[in-house]
Every structure is written in structure tokens, then in C-alpha cells.
């Protein structure tokens, strides 16, 4: 636990370095690291599971481009999140379209109105945008790519603790992974 809090201290601490003094003030989501010690067991938890994970969920986002390929992703997403118990992923694109979320149902016929599918992700009705989400935000948002958010969610009605990485380069990714749990 101290190490893994160290390991996102030294991220907020070395990203400015690495970016150059001019954006230091913006490195990173204002009082990250106070808000990650005080949930520091939930946001560990919600560490190891998901920074292992950030390389696949790059190359697997890249390759969704049909039904197939998107219920492998799904899969693999579901898999992710289901590693903790209360475990919720959504995957977003860098404007904040929900591609995948693991708390609504599967949908590869397109019955229902909003599910995880290829055709509700292309129509973007697998959830409302999440561009506001703070987590996601921060995530895109600030050099550092990684966004920590603790609310009531709207989507599960429970208060959730959340973990957001961006899926490649800033100003230039994919999109988000955002691992939640309720507490």
C-alpha cells in the first residue's frame, strides 16, 4: 500500500519535471495525492488492478471496429473489473463517449435502448457522455493522465471511488479507462 502510494506520489511529483516548469500547476488534478491518502486502501486496490492493465486496454480499444472485436474488448474489460468485488469499468473516447460500461447489460442485438454493444457505441447509447465526469476529465485534462473522483453514482446509485488513466499520449489518446468500486 505505501508503495503504490509512493509510486503515484513520485507521478505527481516527477510529471512536472518531465513537461517542463511552465505547466507545473497543472500537472496534475489539483490535491490528487490528498485525496488518494485519504481513501488510500480503496484507491491501492483500485491501483494494482488497473495500471497493469492500461497497455491491453490501449491496444484493445485501438482495435475495436465491429461487433467481434468489440465483444473481445468487452470481455476482456468485464474480466478487468470483475478482479474486485463491487468492480466497474467505463471506457470512454478522449471526448467522452461511453464505449464500454461494465454495469450495463450486454447487447449484441440491439434490443434495449442503451447496452454494451458495438451498434450502441457507435449510436452512443451504452451510457450518457461522461465528459464531465471529473475522474475522466482530470484524466484527459492534465499532463499526468490519471483523474481520482469519490461521489454518488448516478448511473448505480451508490457511492463509488474512482480511478481514471488516459489511454495514450496527452493531447493525443485513445480515450479513458476508468475503474471504480463502491464504498
Known amino acids: 500500500m505505501i508503495r503504490r502510494f509512493r509510486t503515484l506520489a513520485i507521478l505527481v511529483v516527477a510529471s512536472p519535471l518531465l513537461v517542463g516548469p511552465t505547466v507545473y500547476a497543472q500537472s496534475c488534478q489539483p490535491d490528487i495525492a490528498v485525496a488518494y491518502a485519504t481513501h488510500a486502501d480503496t484507491y491501492s486496490q483500485l491501483f494494482a488492478v488497473l495500471v497493469p492493465q492500461l497497455g ?13 472485436t468489440y465483444a473481445l474488448y468487452l ?4 474480466t478487468i473489473a470483475s478482479s474486485i468485488p463491487t468492480g466497474r469499468m467505463v ?9 464500454i460500461d461494465t454495469s450495463k447489460p450486454d447487447d449484441p ?4 435502448e442503451a447496452g454494451n454493444s458495438y451498434k450502441h457505441f457507435q449510436d452512443k447509447t451504452v451510457n450518457e457522455n461522461h465528459n464531465t ?3 475522466i476529465l482530470a484524466a484527459q ?3 499526468c493522465g490519471v483523474g481520482l473522483e ?8 451508490v457511492t463509488e471511488s474512482y480511478l481514471a ?16 468500486v463502491e464504498k
Not at 57 to 68: D, P, R, Y
Open 56 to 68: 491491453t486496454l490501449q491496444l484493445g480499444l485501438a482495435a475495436v471496429t465491429n461487433q467481434a
Open 75 to 78: 470481455a476482456n474489460v468485464k
Open 91 to 99: 471506457v470512454t473516447l478522449p471526448d467522452g463517449t461511453v464505449v
Open 109 to 112: 442485438i440491439d434490443a434495449l
Open 133 to 135: 465526469r471529473v475522474a
Open 141 to 143: 485534462q492534465f499532463p
Open 150 to 157: 469519490r461521489k454518488l453514482s448516478t448511473t448505480t446509485g
Open 165 to 180: 488513466y488516459r489511454l495514450g499520449a496527452y493531447l493525443d489518446s485513445l480515450g479513458t479507462a476508468r475503474l471504480s
